[in-house]
């Protein structure tokens, strides 16, 4: 473990230029370091190349030895031998003799005595090794215990010179560097330590995100490697596949000429061997017609009629016999194609940057069907025409629903694919081709409900008929939900299972007491808001219903409410909808007072009994002006932006809005309160969809008061004279 640990420590203090410890290292403005005396040698015309990275330095006026002393390798070189002194590794580590030690080898990271050094620059193994020698006075930096001596003075560098940025003595400070701004070094040391932390601080993100593109690189490079596995195994599957139908049509094409031309063989042997007879016999006629003719008179004359005869007979055969061939057949073989060896597939290279996928809207209904188009492209940004790509695509709808989405290649470089969702909420479509996301992938939307088939509510919850008159409903971040039942003085708390959990309060003016509880409101950490109509405040709780605070008491004035209704919480401020002050107040949620906006009048601006009021994903307050009729928004500081709403009982109009809710996709849900119903203004204020009528069965109301929406998207209405919570 020695020797690797001062193996570590010579990696850095060894001059590439000697291959032995530094000696009085320079560093070049390059910031690359060598001995004093490498770099006198190096010297030419007052210029220095440097061997690694090859750029010129100019040589200071004084010399080499002007060039800023590398201390940071002096303190390594110290260490080194404080390493080897702690180590007590003083003897030879090769031979039994264990001498003592008079260099170390780099490479083998072993020390050794003289005669093992000789022997080991003497054998072919080891004679290119890199060997620092530890005991030559002219090859080893000692231990600097003190501070270094500046060249021209011999004085102790104590300061630094922050013009020159190098160290100086006392007398230089006085001298060449008196105009200079320098200080003693530990003062200086603190000020860039700090300088250094800031220029330093980005190389943590910066080596984070190279970690993450090393991670991703290799992962690429790891499918990259995959992909070729298995694409030259396809080729492979393929071209055997190929090659065992080509043997088959061979063997297939070879037998039917085999079984067409031997039978025709065989007609033309029978042919052949009738030919050859008929040749004989008339060959044997034509040997005894010599034989007659060149016979004497008298045998002649006897012979003659027995040869007519045998003439005859060969000739009637010979005029018979067929002497063409009875089968004329020319065999030849046709490619299909009229290249013997056509292109049997081809290799596409999608450049997965250069694909685009259309078709996917940023936002969406849920239950509609979305159809997409995936274009596929060379490293040109040419569309391939080809397909062949093992693409692949799925949705992922949060808490754990993740569906498969089917593509289509359509064989032209092009695929589609579709997927519906009936989840609201944020999405993501993932898309890869051979296992890598394309450019964009994955592409996320919104599937906003879609408020038209909001047909009937889930639950109704009404507290086993205990509930007196609900008003405001809230949910916390935690899926608790909280109402304010202003008839039995109480706030009661539910669980995410809708079961009552805790009841909050009685009758009274004490502290945790109410009179007419209106609005609740839950900021971010769970704390709960009762607006306390009847004694004029606003009271904080705990998440397990213990009282912490309350602000606000009965006026007109900075401060003061009159029979408060509405509250919400957001980004640490609280609202609060002060309907007989005909204003909105502005607290921080430790109850210290910001301000108000608003006054009696008929808008904008002006309110008539603002009853609730709040706040989008961009910062605009939303206030519902109940005898107003009609909704109002504003920015966070009271400015004016915005009225909508006019009184009536048709489509979009209201009649005493009494509270409202953004869901996360921008919608607004207004509770119409003496139309019995709510209605559906989407983010840029028109009216999309109404639900609700008076009665007491499903999906109608009595006086709806107050309306929440859940994280899951889940909307709860307080029925106010109905006696009951409906649930969606």
């Not at 002096?74 to 264990?98: A, M, P, W, Y």
């Not at 007609?267 to 016999?281: G, I």
């Not at 040419?382 to 949705?395: C, E, R, S, V």
């Not at 910001?594 to 002006?606: E, I, K, L």
């Amino acid at each position: 473990m020695a020797a690797i640990e001062l193996r570590r420590v010579t990696d850095h203090v060894t001059c590439p230029i000697c291959l032995q410890l530094y000696k009085n290292p320079k560093v070049l403005p390059c910031q690359h370091s060598y001995c004093q005396e490498c770099l006198i040698k190096l010297e030419k015309d007052k210029k220095i190349t440097c061997p690694e990275c090859r750029k010129i330095a100019e040589v200071p006026a004084k010399g080499v030895k002007d060039f800023p002393t590398n201390f940071t390798l002096t303190h390594l070189i110290d260490d080194f031998f404080l390493r080897r002194q702690d180590s007590g590794t003083v003897n030879c580590e090769v031979c039994v003799e264990k001498d003592l030690v008079t260099s170390f080898c780099v490479t083998c990271s072993l020390f050794m005595c003289q005669t093992c050094q000789t022997f080991h620059k003497r054998s072919r193994d080891t004679h290119q090794h890199v060997i620092v020698y530890l005991e030559e006075p002219s090859q080893v930096a000692q231990p600097q215990k003190t501070l270094p001596k500046c060249p021209d003075h011999d004085l102790e560098l104590k300061f630094y010179c922050d013009t020159c940025e190098r160290l100086v003595c006392v007398y230089c400070t006085m001298n060449e560097h008196a105009k200079h701004s320098h200080g003693a070094i530990k003062k200086m040391a603190a000020k860039h330590r700090e300088q250094l932390k800031k220029t330093t601080a980005p190389l943590d993100a910066m080596i984070t995100k190279l970690s993450q593109a090393h991670e991703n690189i290799t992962d690429t490079k790891k499918r990259v490697i995959q992909q070729h596995k298995t694409v030259d195994k396809d080729i492979d599957q393929f071209f055997d596949y190929v090659i065992q139908k080509v043997e088959q049509q061979r063997q297939q094409l070879k037998q039917e000429l085999h079984n067409k031309v031997s039978g025709k063989v065989k007609l033309l042997a029978s042919q052949l061997e009738k030919v050859e007879s008929v040749q004989a016999h008339m060959m044997s006629v034509n040997e005894l017609a010599i034989k007659v003719k060149e016979s004497c008179d008298d045998e002649m004359l006897s012979g003659k009629l027995q040869l007519v005869h045998r003439v005859h007979e060969v000739t009637d055969v010979y005029n018979k016999l067929q002497t063409n061939p009875i089968e004329s057949y020319a065999y030849c073989f046709t490619p299909s194609h009229s290249d013997p060896f056509p292109q049997l597939g081809v290799l596409s290279y999608v450049h997965l940057p250069q694909c685009i996928i259309s078709d996917v809207p940023p936002t969406m209904l849920s239950g509609d069907e979305v159809q997409f188009t995936i274009i596929t492209k060379d490293i040109r940004g040419t569309p391939l025409t080809i397909g062949g790509g093992i693409t692949k695509a799925q949705l992922d709808s949060g808490r754990g629903n993740i569906q498969s989405v089917t593509v289509k290649d359509n064989n032209n470089g092009r695929y589609t694919g579709s997927f519906n969702t009936e989840l609201v909420g944020h999405h993501q479509l993932s898309v890869t081709i051979g296992g890598q996301n394309i450019k964009g992938s994955p592409f996320s939307f919104i599937a906003s409900r879609d408020y038209s088939k909001l047909s009937k509510s889930n639950k109704v919850i009404n507290n086993n008929g205990k509930m007196g008159q609900p008003r405001g409903v809230a949910v916390s971040n935690d899926h608790h939900w909280a109402v304010a039942d202003s008839t039995n003085h109480c706030v009661y708390i539910f669980n995410e299972q809708d079961q009552l959990v805790r009841k909050i309060g009685s009758h009274g003016d004490g502290a945790g007491q109410f009179s007419a509880p209106r609005g609740v409101s839950f900021d971010d950490d769970n704390f709960l808001y009762v607006v306390d109509s009847e004694n004029h405040t606003v009271q904080k709780f705990d998440n397990t219903g213990l009282y912490i605070l309350q602000f606000g008491r009965k006026g007109s004035s900075d401060k003061e409410l009159n029979r408060p209704v509405g509250i919400t919480v957001h980004h640490n401020k609280v609202y609060v909808a002060d309907r007989c002050n005909h204003c909105i107040s502005l607290y921080q949620t430790d109850g210290t007072y910001c301000f108000s906006f608003g006054s009696y009048g008929n808008g904008p601006g002006p309110f008539q009994f603002p009853f609730d009021v709040a706040v989008t994903s961009d910062n605009t307050l939303l206030v519902a002006d109940n005898f107003g009729h009609c909704i109002q928004s504003f920015q966070l500081d009271g400015t004016f932006i915005h009225k909508f709403g006019t009184k009536g009982s048709d489509e979009g109009q209201l009649n005493c809005p009494s509270s409202l809710a953004v869901d996360p996709n921008g919608f607004i849900l207004v509770t119409d309160c003496n139309n019995h119903r709510v209605l559906v203004f989407n983010k840029y204020y028109n009216h999309v969809h109404s639900f609700g009528s008076i009665g007491t069965g499903n999906n109608q109301f009595n006086s709806p008061y107050s309306i929440a929406i859940a994280s899951n998207e889940s909307i709860y209405i307080s029925d106010t004279n109905n006696k009951r919570i409906v649930i969606y």
